[in-house]
């Protein structure tokens, strides 16, 4: 079945630690979008990829990481700069004619 | 001012009813919108989509848009209990000097619908 999935569902970080969540998507999409939700708020740009080997800051880009080395992958690394960084995180990937399809998410908790 | 906004509700009606979800947006060139419904605790999910000025209909569901106003709406036929979620307008911003453009979020208008 075609899709886009996250991994893990549940992610617990210390502090200082660099954790890398997951997502990988089979339907060809080129477009590719992370975003972070915390509660009762909407969904903030995080970093987003249109092609393979490139990407762009959203709009809080500050203390995380991308790579695209595939169209099929796009993993988010939240890095100890990232000070507050528990929150739902979400993947998505798409096309601008059709819309965009989402993962079922990350929970990203600091311990 | 925020490149996509809605009202933040919360939104109550009774099941039955017609509910309106109202969207507005700052990028003029903006061509593609869409509207996503979430649960409480789960991911999004796409409902509908609309690119052309007008009316899109898709079952109990209904996209307005008006780009000379800026104006994205959904409207919920014969509402139901089922349909209380949250639900977020999407708009894609173009990047300036680029055919690409990114994909922005209002924060949502939660709706109930009560029995």
């Known amino acids: 079945d075609g899709g886009i999935t996250q991994s893990p569902k549940y992610l617990f970080r210390k502090e200082g630690q660099n954790v890398t969540l997951s997502c990988e998507q089979n339907l060809n999409h080129d477009a590719m979008y992370w975003y972070r939700q915390d509660p009762g708020q909407g969904l903030r740009l995080i970093y987003y990829?249109?092609?393979?080997?490139?990407?762009q800051k959203g709009d809080i880009a500050e203390g995380y990481s991308v790579s695209r080395e595939k169209k099929e992958s796009f993993p988010l690394t939240v890095t100890s700069a990232q000070k507050n960084p528990t929150a739902f995180y979400l993947c998505?990937?798409?096309?601008?004619?059709?819309?965009?399809?989402f993962g079922s998410g990350t929970r990203l908790t600091v311990v | 001012q925020k490149e996509v906004e809605q009202n933040s509700g919360p939104l109550s009606v009774p099941e039955g009813a017609i509910a309106s979800l109202n969207c507005t947006y700052s990028d003029r060139g903006s061509q593609s919108f869409f509207w996503y419904r979430q649960y409480s605790g789960k991911s999004p999910e796409l409902i509908m989509f609309?690119?052309?000025?007008g009316d899109k209909e898709d079952g109990r569901f209904t996209a307005q848009l008006n780009k000379a106003s800026q104006y994205v709406s959904l409207l919920i036929r014969d509402s139901q209990p089922s349909d209380s979620a949250t639900y977020l307008c999407?708009?894609?911003?173009?990047?300036?000097?680029?055919?690409?453009?990114?994909?922005?979020f209002g924060r949502g208008t939660q709706l109930t619908v009560w029995p």
């Open positions: 609309i690119y052309s000025n």
């Open positions: 999407a708009v894609i911003i173009t990047d300036r000097g680029s055919t690409l453009g990114r994909l922005y």
């Open positions: 990829s249109q092609i393979v080997n490139d990407f």
């Open positions: 998505a990937s798409g096309w601008h004619l059709y819309g965009y399809t």
